[in-house]
Nanobody, 116 residues
């Protein structure tokens, strides 16, 4: 059983920065894809990264957000810079795990609030 534990959310002023973390725990054969979505699980894609390090970003965050992962720790990060008020949302971590079949797991969500 795999669990995704998110942290790093909070309140930040417009133009500020936050770094989100998501650690996968449990019996894992292979963590394939990891990513971040906002508004809802499976909602708007913010960023994703493959096991090999290939990244994909939503158009609205390109140049401001950076996704990275530490495969040894089964952890994915999202560095968010120059945050805008409209990006206030619950951010959800996603992991695709391969163990003879494909499994998809979601974190509990972490609140990011961008406001003065």
């Amino acid at each position: 059983q795999v669990q995704l534990e998110e942290s790093g959310g909070g309140l930040v002023q417009p133009g500020g920065s936050l770094k989100l973390s998501c650690a996968a725990s449990g019996i894992i054969f292979k963590v394939d894809h990891m990513g971040w979505y906002r508004q809802a699980p499976g909602g708007e894609l913010v960023a994703s990264i493959t096991a090999g390090g290939s990244t994909n970003y939503g158009d609205s965050v390109k140049g401001r957000f950076t996704i990275s992962r530490d495969n040894a720790k089964n952890t994915v990060y999202l560095q968010m810079n120059s945050l805008k008020p409209e990006e206030t949302a619950v951010y959800y971590c996603h992991a695709r795990v391969i163990d003879k079949r494909v499994y998809n797991f979601w974190g509990q969500g972490t609140q990011v609030t961008v406001s003065s």
